[in-house]
């Protein structure tokens, strides 16, 4: 009997075993369906959807809401970084951005989607950072109170491109080294030697800079990122990888890091169309003023007889080209031997009556798409 009492006792602990294990399971199963919020989510309704502030990537929603603080709390008021989280009615922007003098500002700004009406609040923590900012609400709605009524700017992809354009023109202009950090990182290392290299880049490209305006450009949407490809009037060619607005790094040049197919491209060109593509890429680092890149391309011999030092290079680039050369494409190609000699008409603009010269270009082709070359100008 004592015998048996213990069996049905081991019973009853396996079962409760059994049981507890069966709870435990079925919980971790629902948490990986329904979900846990982690650090930095928003819980939703009690059926515990989860929401989670992102980084704001849309330029429409970013100007807007930078264009609705501006108007009704602070004109002076230039918008650097927004998250946002978005309710099925109310959308919520945690907004950091700087005033007068350069003081750091943060809002929240609250738009009901369905109302087109908003409300800002100010933080008045300085500590704060986007992070930080929780924007969870119980809000269902913002009345209209006559004055609080939002729309959003209109704003094509073009007019984001040609915003890019003037933001980080002006960046080089006023405040080069904060462009210089915006550079793109692999670029920068393999552009410039230095911030004073940039530096110097900038003051002697600055009426270039200065003229920039929006000529082609195509928008690229990644998961992590957005790309714009922009050309200028001059051009010059931009690549920039928006993780946010206007959290974005940038080449200036299409040629100091090619693209991935470039080389498979390359190879598929006929000789001729290659010898002007290189040409072309010469006179890219001619007018972007990169004399460092320029002068590796040359023939070691004929380097060595016109130009003995990269400076001598320098000082005859600027004498005798243009301070911006356009190819007018007026081009004879003609194959000598082991060479290939290109001559092009280069013109200062693009107006009938500009100053013209005649560029000759001796190249020769080698392994992949790596060239050497000499050349006259006059």
């Known amino acids: 009997m004592q015998e048996h009492k213990k069996k049905i006792g081991i019973a009853i602990i396996i079962v409760l075993m059994l049981s507890c294990l069966c709870i435990m399971l079925l919980y971790f199963l629902n948490k990986d369906k329904v979900g846990i919020p982690e650090e930095g989510e928003a819980q939703g309704d009690e059926l515990n959807i989860q929401y989670m502030a992102e980084r704001l990537k849309d330029p429409v929603k970013f100007f807007s809401v930078e264009k609705c603080i501006q108007e009704n709390v602070n004109e002076q008021f230039i918008a650097k970084d927004m998250n946002l989280l978005e309710g099925e009615r109310i959308y919520s922007f945690a907004v950091y951005g700087t005033s007068e003098n350069e003081e750091e500002v943060y809002y929240i700004v609250r738009v009901d989607m369905e109302n087109s009406t908003f409300q800002i609040e100010e933080l008045k923590d300085n500590d704060k950072n986007l992070k930080q900012i929780?924007?969870?609400?119980?809000?269902?709605?913002?009345?209209?109170?006559?004055?609080?009524?939002?729309?959003f700017v209109n704003m094509r992809d073009e007019d984001t491109c040609?915003?890019?354009?003037?933001?980080?023109?002006?960046m080089e202009l006023e405040k080069s080294e904060e462009a210089y950090q915006m550079l793109d990182e692999n670029y920068k290392k393999e552009r410039f030697e230095n911030l004073d290299d940039y530096k110097q880049y900038v003051q002697e490209c600055k009426p270039i800079i200065e003229e920039a305006i929006l000529s082609k450009y195509l928008v690229n949407y990644y998961d992590d990122y957005i790309e714009y490809v922009l050309v200028d009037n001059n051009n010059n060619s931009y690549t920039i990888k928006a993780e946010a607005v206007l959290d974005y790094k940038i080449m200036l040049d299409n040629y100091t890091i090619k693209v991935e197919n470039y080389?498979?491209?390359?190879?598929?060109?006929?000789?001729?169309?290659?010898?002007?593509?290189?040409?072309?890429?010469?006179?890219?680092m001619i007018n972007s003023k990169d004399y460092r890149h320029a002068y590796e391309l040359l023939d070691e011999t004929f380097k060595q007889n016109n130009f003995g030092t990269i400076e001598e290079f320098k000082e005859y680039v600027k004498n005798n080209f243009f301070a911006h050369n356009l190819n007018t494409m007026e081009v004879k190609i003609q194959e000598q031997g082991n060479y290939y000699s290109y001559e092009t008409t280069l013109k200062e603009n693009s107006s009938s009556i500009a100053e013209s010269k005649k560029l000759t270009v001796i190249m020769q082709l080698q392994e992949g798409s790596d060239f050497v070359m000499s050349f006259s100008i006059e």
């Open 134 to 151: 929780n924007l969870e609400t119980n809000i269902e709605e913002i009345k209209s109170n006559g004055r609080n009524t939002f729309e």
């Open 162 to 170: 040609r915003m890019y354009l003037k933001h980080f023109t002006q």
């Open 263 to 284: 080389e498979e491209n390359y190879q598929k060109l006929g000789n001729e169309k290659k010898v002007q593509a290189n040409t072309y890429i010469f006179l890219q």
